[in-house]
């Protein structure tokens, strides 16, 4: 991993760039969402930027102009515990704009899932805009496995919600709330 000082280290733990610098050496990724709750989908883009970036933080928008099943605080921890084992990845939450939150992280990139050509008209104006805002700071999707194309967090919300069988589509934290919101 590049610049590992303690500094570093100790401002990456907490989510923000060592003072004074902007990102050390390393190649910092924002990856910004609802993730409500994070789906397997959302976990296959966190593992293909994990080998593109040198740090993934995924940062989970508090204030979605949708009504969240999960509180910002619940939807983090859901995250934490799918990443656990991805030691790249850090879990934050942002309210305002992706492209503060990803000054305030360091990062010099926005990643995205696109997920069928239909995500891609939104995606690309987002793209455009947050370029506009900060010019310094790249957008780049990456593409889903054929698998997850179809998931969606309000799909597998829906099918919990009337019984189906939703494994193999979020991982399992997001499952047990889901089935404990949702089906006490
Ligand atoms: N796998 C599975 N599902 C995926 C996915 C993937 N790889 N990628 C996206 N999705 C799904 C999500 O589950 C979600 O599904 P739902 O609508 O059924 O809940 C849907 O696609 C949208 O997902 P999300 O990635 O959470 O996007 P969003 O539109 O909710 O939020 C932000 C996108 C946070 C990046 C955007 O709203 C934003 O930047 N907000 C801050 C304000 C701002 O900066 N505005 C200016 C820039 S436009």
Known sequence: MAGSGREEEEAWASGLPPEGSASGSARIALYPGSF????????????RATRIFDRVVVA?????????????????????????????V??????????DCARNVGASTIVRGLRA????????????????LAPEIHTVFLMTSLANVFVSSSMVRDVCRHGGDISGLAPAPSILALQKKLRP
Do not use: C, W, Y
């Open 36 to 47: 409500d709750p994070v789906t397997l989908g959302h976990l296959d883009i966190i593992e």
């Open 60 to 88: 989970v928008l508090q204030s979605a102009t949708k009504t969240s099943l999960f509180t910002a605080a619940e939807r983090m921890s859901l995250l934490e515990a799918s990443t656990q084992d991805m030691s790249q």
């Open 90 to 99: 850090a879990v934050t939450s942002f309210d305002g704009l992706t492209v």
């Open 117 to 132: 050509v239909s995500d891609f008209e939104g995606e690309f104006q987002m793209a455009l805009m947050n370029r506009r």
